[in-house]
């Protein structure tokens, strides 16, 4: 800063405005971005809540990268994961095709996008998971991408079965055809459809009521029916710390994935992740 710009700044009222400009001009373009995307967005999509959206390259790379740390499974295998996943041609006609039919479709984009979703197709591609839970359906678009996994799993003759719960009888209208011969949606609250599974629960996620005491309600109900290796997916642990707080709890590890959405106002949720280091590398699961 040059010595009149310095002598400007100091100078009662009128220094305080021009720094006050000048922090102004900073600040500008870290909230205008968001701000015009958000002016798109109102003219180029239908959606209201549950936004969908790609992520990111670098943040996909993250995502992978996390993953493979997490599982201990090589970065280009994980990364291949998430790539099955964006190819799926078959998986995205289904989606599109159910949502265009569906009586909801005036609030969905014509677009598929999974967003965090393919680190949860990548943990069911690299687990190999004998069940998989996740609390919170909504349209069932979660559901069919890991049903997609469990799909391509039992092909390699790893068998194994998704489960959905939601109080909103109508909620899953995505997940048909093929990708529900795999799984089935528990309807009623999810704290009850938890309390009454009965089986080893290797790979369980948390998307529903996302009210920080319910969230904590699920992990203490699902906490002795987890199987020796089972991971566990926080979608709220970018607002709560209910997650994390289990994984200390339960002597587990917690790291955390923050999104970072390609081309759209909304800052981006994540993906909490509780787990227990594996003892072999690209193993299934261990009971």
Same mark, same amino acid.
């Given at each position: 800063m040059t010595s009149w710009k310095m002598k400007l700044a100091r100078t009662p009222v009128v220094g305080s405005l021009a720094l006050m400009a000048f922090r102004a001009r900073v600040a500008l373009p870290y909230v205008g971005s968001p701000v015009r995307t958000a002016v798109k967005w109102l003219f180029a999509s239908n959606e209201t809540s549950n936004f969908t959206y790609e992520l990111e390259d670098s943040n996909r790379r993250y995502l992978a990268s996390l993953i493979s740390d997490v599982t201990g499974t090589a970065f280009p295998i994980v990364w291949a994961y998430m790539q099955e996943l964006e190819e799926d041609q078959d998986l995205k006609r289904h989606i599109a095709a159910r949502t265009e039919q569906s009586a909801w479709s005036f609030l969905a984009d014509k677009g598929v996008r999974f967003g965090r979703r393919a680190g949860w197709y990548a943990m069911v591609r690299i687990l190999k998971p004998a069940v998989v839970i996740e609390t919170g359906v909504d349209k069932g678009l979660g559901s069919c991408v890991l049903a997609s %996994?469990?799909?391509?799993?039992a092909q390699e003759g790893h068998a194994g079965r998704y489960f959905g719960? #939601?109080?909103?009888? %109508? %909620?899953?209208?995505?997940?048909?055809g093929v990708y529900a011969e795999h799984g089935s949606i528990l309807y009623g609250d999810s704290i009850e459809s938890l309390k009454a599974f009965d089986q080893p629960i290797d790979l369980f996620i948390n998307d529903s009521d996302h009210s920080i005491d319910y969230e904590a309600d699920e992990y203490r109900t699902i906490e002795g029916k987890l199987s020796e290796g089972a991971v566990?997916?926080? #979608?709220?642990a970018h607002c709560s710390p209910r997650l994390m707080e289990f994984a200390q709890a339960s002597l587990r590890h917690f790291v955390f994935f923050q999104e970072k959405p390609a081309q759209h106002w909304y800052p981006g949720a994540g993906i909490g992740i509780c787990f227990r280091r594996r003892e072999v590398e690209n193993s299934p699961l261990r009971r």
């Open positions: %996994a469990l799909r391509r799993n719960t #939601d109080i909103n009888p %109508a %909620a899953g209208y995505l997940f048909s566990v997916l926080g #979608d709220n």
